[in-house]
Structure formats: structure tokens, C-alpha cells
């Protein structure tokens, strides 16, 4: 393994686990359980409609981050500093999503209440009451991903970047279902959890326990990684050229 | 006969129905069952909160949404906590 090949796959890692570290989808997840077994909906029923929504999410995920990437293989088009305007972007937007995140990721009170705007998060609690069945639940994981776009979107370009400057098309599949499978981890985790009979109820009170520890470390890990890219992808081919 | 308690659903759009003692029992049941309560318990025990929840909201005029899950959350709480806790966080957890 090239140096290139161990930083990018560091990169897209790095930037998963922070995609994985943003709530929506869990919050969306945790409400559709509770709302389906409260409707006596069976069991297996319960897991077939948050498989389908965490195959929603997974789907949106995995298109966007492959248009991501076809997008900067179509600008990058190999040249040196395309890749580093591309990278001092992705740090300068990750730095401010990361500020972002510590002031307003969370509002102020109790519960999980995220920044999305209030109407929007009502609506997404009727539609959540409303699934009933796995074409709807995928819809609903489609939707987390995009609606939380806003700051999902710095490191799914960083990763990106590290997808299309891995060496064959192997490696870049490697990295883009890598991506894909770190992001959706704690989805899984509350369908296991779910499945395995926990109560809803104290996976929400965990979630509100620790929601300023995740918050405060999503923020943080964003701007590590700002920090860490503008390094490895600016600083590192000025010093050192292409690898 | 006491006039129907008017419920302001939104302050934004001051969409109000009337209080219906039904629909509450209906919403406390199934937060009940989404902790895997047993049917006959979850039943028994909407009915009580709703009614504790009827009585309190008996000599207002006009009541909010929120003080429907602040005042049913309170009284679910002697009753199933976990629940409770639930009940009053379904609007907060996105």
C-alpha cells in the first residue's frame, strides 16, 4: 500500500464516522419504531420497515457520495491544483461546520431537538407517524440523509476527494462501500438493539444523555479533519508533489 | 353541561379543535404499547391520565398541545415512567 492509499482510506474512515455521528436518521429511526410497535404493528414488521429505512438511507448515501465523486474525477481531471482548490474548500467548509455544529446542532432544552427548522421537523414527525409500509420507510431513510445534507456535506466531500485519488476503480469501490458502511453503524446499532427487544425509551433517554458528548465531538472531529486534509492534500503536495 | 375546553394546536397558525378525551386515551395507549405494555394495563391506564388530564383541563377555557403532554406526562409518571418519559419527549426527539 502507497502512502496515497493509507491517507485517503484514513480520510474516508475518518469522514464516516463523523457522518455517523449526525442524528437525524437516528432520531427519524427511533421514531419509527416507537410509532410502529405502538400500533401493535408485529415485530417482524417493525424490523422489515427500519430495514427499509436504513436501505433508504444507505441508497441516498452511497448516490451521493458516487455523484460527489464523479463530480471532482470531471473538475479534478488529475491536475494537481484542481485537488488542492477542491481540498482548501473541503477544510475551510469543514472548519465552519464544525463551529456550526458546537453553537447550534442541537437547540436548547430537553429531548434531541436538532436544528432543523420546526415546521420541517413536525412534518418529518407526521410522516414518521404515517409509515406504515417498506416503500414509505424507504422514502423517509432518503430523506434523513438529504434533509441533513447541510452538514453531511463536508465530510462526504472530503472523502470524495480521497475516493477519486485512490489508484484503480477497486480501490475507489473499496473506499465509497467503506464510507457507506461506517455512516450507517449507529442506524444498524438501533436496529440490533430494537430487534433485540430493547426499549425505545432507553435508547432515546442514552441518546439525550450523551447528545452534548456527540455533539461536541462531531465538531470537533470536523475540524480535525479540516485541519488533517489541509495538510495531507495542500501542504503535503506543495512540500512534497503529487504522490 | 360545562363548555368544550378549546385546544390551541399551533401558535404560529392558532389552529384549535376541541378537547377530545378519545384521542388522548388513543395516543397515551400507544406509547404504552410501544413499551410492550400489556392491551388490558396500557388501556387502564390512558383511561386514568386522560381522565386526571379531563378534570385538570375541566376549568380552563383554552388549553395548548403542550400543556396536554405536560400535564398527561406528570400524571403518566406515577403510573408507567418510562412511558412518561416517552410521552413527553415524542415532539422533542427530532
Known amino acids: 500500500m502507497t502512502p496515497v492509499i493509507v491517507s485517503s482510506f484514513a480520510i474516508i474512515t475518518f469522514a464516516a464516522i463523523i457522518h455517523a455521528s449526525f442524528q437525524l436518521s437516528v432520531s427519524v429511526l427511533t421514531m419509527l419504531s416507537g410509532h410502529s410497535l405502538g400500533r401493535k404493528t408485529a415485530h417482524r414488521k417493525v424490523l422489515r420497515l427500519m430495514g427499509s429505512f436504513i436501505n433508504g438511507s444507505i441508497v441516498a448515501t452511497a448516490l451521493l457520495l458516487a455523484s460527489l465523486s464523479y463530480l471532482l474525477i470531471l473538475k479534478i481531471n488529475f491536475s494537481t491544483s484542481s485537488e488542492q482548490l477542491v481540498a482548501a474548500i473541503a477544510s475551510g467548509l469543514m472548519i465552519g461546520l464544525g463551529i456550526a455544529t458546537w453553537a447550534f446542532y442541537y437547540r436548547r432544552g430537553g429531548g434531541t431537538s436538532l436544528w432543523l427548522p420546526r415546521n420541517f421537523a413536525r412534518y418529518l414527525n407526521t410522516r414518521t407517524k404515517q409509515t406504515k409500509n417498506s416503500a414509505e420507510a424507504f422514502g423517509l431513510g432518503l430523506t434523513g440523509v438529504f434533509a441533513e445534507l447541510l452538514f453531511i456535506i463536508g465530510p462526504m466531500i472530503a472523502a470524495a476527494l480521497a475516493i477519486v485519488t485512490l489508484p484503480t476503480v477497486w480501490w475507489q469501490l473499496s473506499g465509497l462501500i467503506i464510507y457507506i458502511i461506517v455512516s450507517a453503524l449507529p442506524l444498524l446499532v438501533v436496529f440490533t438493539l430494537v430487534g433485540g427487544g430493547h426499549s425505545v425509551a432507553k435508547i432515546q433517554k442514552w441518546r439525550e444523555k450523551h447528545k452534548r458528548f456527540i455533539q461536541f465531538i462531531a465538531g470537533g472531529s470536523l475540524i480535525i479533519l479540516a485541519a488533517y486534509l489541509f495538510v495531507d492534500r495542500l501542504l503535503g503536495i506543495s512540500v512534497y508533489g503529487v504522490f | ?94
Not at chain 2, 11 to 39: G, M, V, W
Not at chain 2, 79 to 86: C, G, N, R, S
Open chain 2, 1 to 94: 353541561m360545562s363548555e368544550p375546553v378549546i385546544v390551541i394546536k399551533s401558535h404560529n397558525t392558532k389552529k384549535t379543535e376541541y378537547f377530545d378525551i378519545d384521542k388522548l386515551q388513543k395516543s397515551l395507549i400507544a406509547t404504552c404499547r410501544s413499551l410492550k405494555t400489556p392491551d388490558g394495563q396500557a388501556e387502564d391506564i390512558a383511561k386514568s391520565v386522560a381522565a386526571g388530564v379531563a378534570k385538570w383541563a375541566e376549568s380552563k377555557q383554552e388549553i395548548t398541545t403542550d400543556d396536554i403532554r405536560r400535564v398527561g406526562a406528570k400524571l403518566l409518571t406515577k403510573y408507567h415512567p418510562e412511558a412518561a418519559y416517552l410521552y413527553k419527549q415524542q415532539l422533542t426527539v427530532i
